[in-house]
T-cell receptor, first 113, second 113 residues
Framework: GQQVMQIPQYQHVQEGEDFTTYCNSS?????IQWYKQRPGGHPVFLIQ?????EVKKQKRLTFQFGEAKKNSSLHITATQTTDVGTYFC?????????????FGTGTKLQVIP | DTEVTQTPKHLVMGMTNKKSLKCEQH?????MYWYKQKAKKPPELMFV???????INESVPSRFSPECPNSSLLNLHLHALQPEDSALYLC????????????FGPGTRLTVL
């Protein structure tokens, strides 16, 4: 079945430093979504990428979808303590006419003030 | 109302008990999902309902039985669970399919003794 891996597994950064997490799928994806889960919380949708090579920005967050639609990245510029949490990519693929979602392994971000 | 609610928040049950988890949304979403999340792991898709019909069952053991009584409600009936089934059970909904943003509920923390 589809596997979606993320690296790194953990990242500690000083506040103000940049952060990047990388997402790689074993299969070609139709779309990719990114979610953030705060400690003790539930996943919250950040963004969806659909087109090959697509780049989207949300304030300090930049999301990219690879040309082959098998990888993606999330880059945070100048991290803040509010960025703490686990970032998951979620790969979508068609399965018997329905869309199946597979979450990546996640990257846990710690921001040191 | 952009909220998905889940009850109960916490549940402790024995291996011979029968219990149910409940999920509700009033956003008019037509797709609803059950996920299982173990500690420090990503959410794993269990079931997807689309227009109140079961569209995806990720080979989940029959001791988990989903039910979608109407477009706003999703239940997960539990029977003869094992201690390894202890996890956070997350419900989510989206407008139609997974190509739309998924809204997650806060989850039910389940412990099986």
């Amino acid at each position: 079945g589809q596997q979606v891996m993320q690296i790194p597994q953990y990242q500690h950064v000083q506040e103000g430093e940049d952060f990047t997490t990388y997402c790689n799928s074993s299969t070609t994806l139709s779309n990719i979504q990114w979610y953030k889960q705060r400690p003790g919380g539930h996943p919250v949708f950040l963004i969806q990428l659909v087109k090959s090579g697509e780049v989207k920005k949300q304030k300090r967050l930049t999301f990219q979808f690879g040309e082959a639609k098998k990888n993606s990245s999330l880059h945070i510029t100048a991290t803040q303590t509010t960025d703490v949490g686990t970032y998951f990519c979620a790969g979508l693929e068609n399965s018997g006419g329905y869309q199946k979602v597979t979450f990546g392994t996640g990257t846990k971000l710690q921001v040191i003030p | 109302d952009t909220e998905v609610t889940q009850t109960p928040k916490h549940l402790v049950m024995g291996m011979t008990n029968k219990k149910s988890l409940k999920c509700e949304q009033h956003m008019g979403h037509r797709a609803m999902y059950w996920y299982k999340q173990k500690a420090k792991k990503p959410p794993e898709l269990m079931f997807v309902y689309s227009y109140e019909k079961l569209s995806i069952n990720e080979s989940v053991p029959s001791r988990f039985s989903p039910e979608c009584p109407n477009s706003s409600l999703l239940n997960l009936h539990l029977h003869a669970l094992q201690p390894e089934d202890s996890a956070l059970y997350l419900c989510a909904s989206s407008q139609e399919g997974a190509y739309n943003e998924q809204f997650f509920g806060p989850g039910t923390r389940l412990t099986v003794l």
